[in-house]
């Protein structure tokens, strides 16, 4: 059985459903291909996002239910337990039900007239002189397909079998952090509206441990490291983490997912002859946190953008698609440089250091400096912004310093 249309997206995560609703809107004949029954599910995702984040992208206002909790402050603790509070003038995150999220995306470009394929898992790509001209699809693990199109818009996820075939060099998987989230109920001594952040290379070198609490008194509680057993970590960072084992020794843990994420900043080439990856497909997550949604999203909606010019033109070659590269660097590039630096940074602390770096930010009172910030997505250019503050810039000194003299 065949089927055509004008573009083809794979996958309907967030980036993917999002890519789609675009995609729609400008008009563009597209086919989103999911493997699984339903958009966001198995959800794997902490779902903790910028409030602005959202809003640049038109998000502001998301259905009853989707936006579990804002946050106003976030702890920062080290091994040791020392704990470094930001508190901010307001509520400046939120933590989103992924699913619900995904869902809301998936039925807003329904509506503006994407077609869903789901049970629909895209096997490979079909290439015909040196172009991507469709994909191979398995329905519902039985049923074959090829669907005819113009531009494939990859929105795999992580996995990037289908940024590989297209020739394109895949994610370094030495950037990579395995992460597990869990849903846990009777959390003790949080404040419902602050974000606690654990920094311990003991439970999650490489990035964090995270406890994200809602006001009924259950949070979604995560950690993703570089080496060990992810369930381990996360067993042993519940019962024996100086300050998380206190606030979770009553809770139960209702649900994990297990889930890797990509630091690595994004792939060198996003683009292809009828081919973009977009998402975590091509990496672009913030290499600091781990957040994908909004610079995915982003991202997505360039896409869009660039595929239904692409589509008017008839000219779906690299050498137009590459404006899609262009314009997302444009967007995005000197904040990814920055945050990889300051991930490489932090990955050379050890556990003392860390230590000694929190002491510094309660003893010069980095918060008062931190209390206005709105823009946690674009952080190197919120850097630019937070170092004319003098305390600031008594930090950055420091943090060089500290810099070097880490361990390599
Ligand atoms: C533990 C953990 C916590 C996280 N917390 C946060 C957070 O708090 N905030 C944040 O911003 N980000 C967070 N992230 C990152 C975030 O989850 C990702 O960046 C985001 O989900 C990327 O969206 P995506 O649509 O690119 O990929 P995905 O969400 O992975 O979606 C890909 C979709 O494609 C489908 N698919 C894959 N292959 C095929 C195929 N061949 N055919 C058809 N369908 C296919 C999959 O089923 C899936 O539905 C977290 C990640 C992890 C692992």
Redesign the pocket.
Same mark, same amino acid.
Do not use: N, Y
């Given at each position: 059985m065949n089927s055509a249309s004008e573009a083809v997206v794979?996958?309907?995560?967030? +980036?993917?459903?999002f890519a789609a609703w675009n995609l729609a809107k400008l008009g563009v004949n597209v086919t989103v291909? /999911?493997?699984?029954a339903e958009?966001?599910i198995p959800s794997?995702?902490?779902?903790?996002?910028s409030i602005l984040g959202l809003k640049k992208l038109g998000l502001e206002v998301l259905p009853k239910g989707v936006v579990e909790n804002n946050y106003s402050g976030a702890n920062f603790y080290s091994a040791k337990g020392t704990k470094f509070s930001v508190r901010l003038s307001k509520p400046v995150t939120c933590?989103v039900n992924?699913a619900l999220f995904?869902k809301f995306l998936a039925d807003r470009a329904e509506k503006a007239g994407a077609r869903f394929s789901l049970n629909?898992?895209?096997?490979s790509l079909v290439l015909k002189n040196g172009f991507v001209v469709g994909v191979n +699809?398995d329905r519902h693990s039985a049923m074959e397909m090829q669907s005819e199109t113009k531009v494939v818009v990859d929105? /795999?996820?992580?996995?990037s079998?289908?940024v590989r075939q297209a020739g394109l060099a895949i994610l370094d998987h030495h950037e990579l952090v395995h992460?597990?989230?869990a849903e846990v109920e009777g959390v003790d001594n949080v404040v419902s509206d602050e974000v606690e952040v654990y920094l311990d290379n003991e439970y999650a070198r490489g990035l964090y441990g995270?406890l994200?609490p809602r006001p009924d008194g259950t949070a979604k509680v995560?950690l993703?490291a570089k080496r060990g057993n992810p369930r381990e970590l996360f067993q042993k960072f519940i019962s024996k983490h100086p300050v998380a084992s206190k606030q979770l020794s009553k809770a139960k843990v209702r649900r994990m997912?297990?889930?890797?994420?990509s630091l690595g900043g994004p792939i060198c080439r996003t683009y292809a002859n009828g081919f973009l990856a977009?998402?975590?497909?091509a990496s672009?997550?913030?290499p600091t946190?781990?957040?994908?949604?909004?610079?995915?999203l982003t991202c997505a909606r360039i896409a869009a953008e660039v595929v239904a010019e692409a589509l008017r033109r008839n000219e779906a070659s690299s050498n137009f698609l590459q404006l899609y590269q262009e314009r997302c660097n444009s967007s995005l590039g000197f904040d990814f440089k920055t945050m990889l630096r300051a991930r490489k940074f932090i990955n050379s602390l050890s556990n003392e250091k860390i230590n000694n770096a929190i002491q510094f930010c309660c003893k010069f009172r980095l918060d008062n400096a931190l209390k206005d910030i709105e823009e946690i997505d674009f952080q190197g250019q919120t850097l630019i912004k937070i170092l004319t503050k003098p305390a600031v810039f008594a930090g950055l000194a420091y943090f060089l310093l500290l810099y070097l003299t880490a361990n390599p």
């Open positions: 794979v996958g309907s995560g967030p +980036v993917g459903a291909f /999911e493997e699984h958009a966001g794997h995702c902490a779902g903790h996002l933590a992924r995904d629909s898992r895209v096997k +699809v929105c /795999e996820g992580i996995s079998r289908l992460g597990v989230e995270w994200m995560g993703a997912a297990f889930h890797p994420i977009v998402g975590d497909a672009q997550v913030k946190t781990g957040g994908g949604v909004v610079f995915g």
